[in-house]
Each structure stands twice: as structure tokens, then as C-alpha cells.
């Protein structure tokens, strides 16, 4: 049977089949085409910290012990150290000035007079140059224009332009008895810093000198800022210095992160007598001043036999001096972390040497001064050149000199963030 009206499909399936159709009719291909010449986009990683150096180079400029220009080798591992730790800004503090006495004809007669030269500087110059032309250095000026000193010396700032880090001018603020000198950094966004970090150092470290004229203090010029990083520096040690208690107390900053190596090394009881007496001529050796003919021996020194060579670097250690402090009031954002000396004897001792002491390279500055280190030895006389022993001896004793050339203050190195 026919039926000539036959019952439709239902209107539900025939707007099913007329999307399958439909569909069936456009391309799978995306609607929207990323253009060929667009740059791709990276993910970005956490922001870096700043890397921040603290160094108290002993004597910088000349001094009871050390001449006014220091050799080329040292300036090299001065650098050399910085480049290693990758720091982006340094804080150099220990900068003198040398007096001379300056004869001058007046009327006929002659006359003697002081003439101060900024001889520190000049180091710190020297070494700005070795660390690359993207590095610059900041001081504190007077009105005059000429380095401001407090008991003839004076800080630096180094920092790295290539990073975008700039400094405006360095200013000078009165801090209970210290005068700090104050570097406005500006730290680019590339950081995970504060993009303003004033950076402050005391002008006077208290280093010895041999003049007995107290200067008047300088004129300051500058408000301390509720956010900083101080960097401070004591001669003998952190504890029981009174000017490091008045810093604290007199500035409000906070106690820094201890370190576990000291950042001064121990000086031998011989030394220590020769560095407490200004004008007494050092004799290394503190012999019975009754026996003239032992003296006379104790006035050249020679290499320690292999037996007296130090086999452990534990055995080069030293006391806290160097500190790193934050200053944080009003709600101000700073933190410090991975706070720790950088051993020196260590940077100059070869990978060898490391490995057979049982201290395989770890640290981004082991090795890197052993270069500086060989060009010290090559100026020794014979007599000072050790020769006995094993090779790792033979370096650990070469090194405790070469470091004592460089200073005895250890630097320290510090990431600084937001907190």
C-alpha cells in the first residue's frame, strides 16, 4: 500500500542533518594565523637579585705597611675576584691619602710643608679600569669639588652600567660619631631589588696612621635615608667595638646575617706587637732582642720547612670584622641573603691543590686569582720561594703571603632583595 501523504521527518533530525552538512562544508584549519614576523613571546623567570661586594682593602692608597701604588698583580686580582662573583655594585672601604712633607722657598728661606695626594683613589681608579669601561666609581666631594676624607680617609662606590645601574651624587650624613657617605643608586627593573638603594659606608675604618693631628670632622650635607645598605668595616673585630655598637644604635639598623668565616685573618703574635706600635720597625720574627746574632738571621725570611706548611685551608681562619648591615624604617623593603666571606686563600690555590685538599672547586671565585698568585712568587727572592714539600703545601704558603699583599680583610658578598 501506498500512502500518498507520507509523515515527514521530524523537524529535531532534519536541523541535525542540515549542521552535519554544513559543517562537512568548512575547513578544520584555525580562524586566526599567528603572523609569521611577530616575535615570538618567552616566559620570564624570576627576576635576579643584586649582588653586592663589601671590600676593606687594607690600606689602599699607602700606609704603615703597605707602599701608595700597589703592584699591577694585586689590582688584577682585584678584579678578577669581582668579575668572578658576577657583584654588580662594591663598596670599597679603607681608602687613605698619603702626607708628604713638600719643601717651599719663602723669602729666601725654605720652609717645610704638608702636601696630601689622593692616593687611594687613584687605586680605586686603577681598579674601576681593570674591572672594563662599563664600570664607573663614586665618592664623596666637597663643595670644592676636591675628595672629602675624616681622619685622612675615605670610601668608594663601584657599580656596573652595563646592568643599568646609575648613581647620582654622593652626599654625607652624620652618623653618631661616624660620617657615612651616601651612593643613590638606581637599580633597573631587570632586579629583583629595590629600585632605589642607597648604599653607605663610614669614611674613616679607623685605620693607623702615623700623624698624630686630628682634622676637623667635614661638613655633611645629606639626610639619612629610611632605607639602606650600610657597609662597616672595624680594624680588630666587630666584638667589643664601640664604633660599631654606636653605628647600630646611633643609626637604627638591624644585625646582619652572622657569617661562619671570619672576613679578618689571625695575625700571629709578632705581627699583632709590630701593627699595635705605629712607629715601631717591624722584625718578623720576635726574637730575644739580647741576642743580636739571632736578630740579624730573623731579618730575612725563608720559606717554612714542609713540616710547618699548613695542610688544611681551616687553618687559615680569621674574626669577624666586615658587616653588612640594613637599614629598614618607615616600611621600607630590603632583605639580604646567602651573606658569606670569600676566601681568598682558596681563589688562590689551583683546582689541583683543592682537589687534594679535599676541596674540590664549588665557589665561583676558587681558582681564580692563581695567575695573580704565580706573578707575587716570581717577585720573591730566593730565599722566600718555597720549594720543599708537596705542591698543595707549597701553594697554601705562597697563597698566606700573597693574600697579606692583597689585605687581611676578606671581602663579602651579599644578594640583596626586595623583601
Not at 683546582?351 to 695573580?372: H, I, K, N, T, Y
Not at 727572592?381 to 718555597?386: E, G, S, V
Amino acid at each position: 500500500m501506498i500512502l500518498e501523504d507520507g509523515a515527514a521527518p521530524s523537524p529535531q533530525v532534519q536541523s541535525l542533518v542540515q549542521a552535519k552538512e554544513a559543517g562537512a562544508r568548512y575547513s578544520a584549519a584555525p580562524g586566526v594565523v599567528p603572523c609569521p614576523y611577530a616575535k615570538e613571546k618567552k616566559e620570564e623567570g624570576p627576576k635576579p637579585p643584586l649582588k653586592v661586594v663589601l671590600w676593606h682593602i687594607r690600606e689602599l692608597g699607602g700606609g704603615f705597611q703597605s707602599p701608595a701604588k700597589r703592584p699591577d698583580f694585586c689590582i688584577a686580582a682585584y678584579a678578577a675576584l669581582i668579575h668572578a662573583t658576577h657583584a654588580d655594585v662594591a663598596i670599597v672601604v679603607g681608602l687613605g691619602r698619603s702626607i708628604g712633607l713638600k719643601p717651599v722657598k719663602d723669602h729666601g728661606h725654605i720652609r717645610v710643608e704638608k702636601e696630601s695626594s689622593d692616593t687611594g683613589l687613584a687605586e680605586a681608579r686603577r681598579l674601576t679600569l681593570a674591572l672594563g669601561s662599563d664600570w664607573r666609581l663614586a665618592s664623596a666631594n666637597g663643595p670644592d669639588n676636591k675628595p672629602v676624607y675624616h681622619k685622612s680617609e675615605t670610601a668608594c662606590f663601584l657599580y656596573n652600567t652595563n646592568r643599568g645601574i646609575h648613581c647620582g651624587a654622593v652626599t654625607l650624613v652624620k652618623c653618631g660619631a661616624a660620617f657615612l657617605a651616601i651612593a643613590p643608586m638606581q637599580i633597573p627593573g631587570t632586579f629583583d631589588a629595590p629600585p632605589t638603594l642607597p648604599l653607605l659606608a663610614p669614611l674613616s675604618v679607623g685605620r693607623r696612621t702615623s700623624s698624630d693631628e686630628e682634622a676637623p670632622g667635614p661638613q655633611a650635607n645629606g639626610e639619612l635615608p629610611a632605607m639602606a645598605l650600610i657597609g662597616f668595616s672595624a680594624l680588630d673585630g666587630l666584638k667589643g667595638s664601640s664604633d660599631y655598637a654606636g653605628l647600630r644604635s646611633a643609626c637604627d639598623v638591624e644585625y646582619a646575617p652572622p657569617l661562619n668565616e671570619g672576613t679578618l685573618l689571625q695575625q700571629p703574635f709578632w705581627e699583632k706587637v709590630a701593627a699595635d706600635s705605629e712607629r715601631l720597625l717591624e722584625n718578623h720574627m720576635a726574637v730575644n732582642p739580647a741576642d743580636v746574632i739571632l736578630q740579624n738571621k730573623a731579618m730575612y725570611w725563608e720559606a717554612l720547612p714542609p713540616a710547618e706548611h699548613p695542610k688544611a685551608l681551616d687553618k687559615v681562619s680569621g674574626r669577624l670584622a666586615d658587616a653588612l648591615l640594613v637599614r629598614k624604617t618607615g616600611g621600607a623593603t630590603l632583605r639580604l641573603d646567602k651573606v658569606r666571606a670569600l676566601d681568598l686563600v682558596r681563589a688562590s690555590l689551583d683546582s689541583a691543590a683543592l682537589g687534594e685538599l679535599g676541596r674540590g672547586s664549588a665557589l665561583p671565585e676558587d681558582s681564580v686569582l692563581v695567575s695573580q698568585r704565580k706573578a707575587y712568587a716570581a717577585t720573591l727572592p730566593k730565599t722566600k720561594q718555597a720549594s720543599a714539600g708537596s705542591s698543595s703545601e707549597v701553594q697554601i704558603a705562597e697563597a698566606s703571603l700573597f693574600v697579606r699583599k692583597l689585605s687581611d680583610h676578606w671581602p663579602i658578598l651579599a644578594d640583596v632583595y626586595l623583601a
